[in-house]
């Protein structure tokens, strides 16, 4: 189970958390609408490591997971 919240933004930069159960710190979401087109989604996880993306490759990101197609990628590693 996780739970959505809002993240404390630097600057212009908005950040919504997502936190799963069971890890520390959490993973976040940040949408930096001061960053280049390509970069304005930055993802982060508890570890430090990052993926930034457009908001355009994040809508289908969300529009594949909403449609389950990312499904057979998390029970490969179940």
């Known amino acids: 189970m996780s739970g959505v919240g809002v993240v404390q933004g630097d600057g212009d930069r908005v950040g919504v958390g997502v936190h799963a159960v069971g890890k520390d710190g959490g993973d976040r979401l940040f949408l ?3 960053a280049p087109e390509d970069k304005r989604v930055r993802i982060t996880d508890d ?5 930034q993306m457009s908001e355009e ?3 289908d990101l969300v529009a594949q997971a909403k ?7 998390t029970t490969a590693s179940a």
């Open 67 to 73: 449609a389950s197609a990312l499904d057979r990628l």
């Open 57 to 59: 490759q994040f809508a």
């Open 47 to 51: 570890f430090g490591q990052q993926v």
């Open 32 to 34: 930096d609408p001061d």
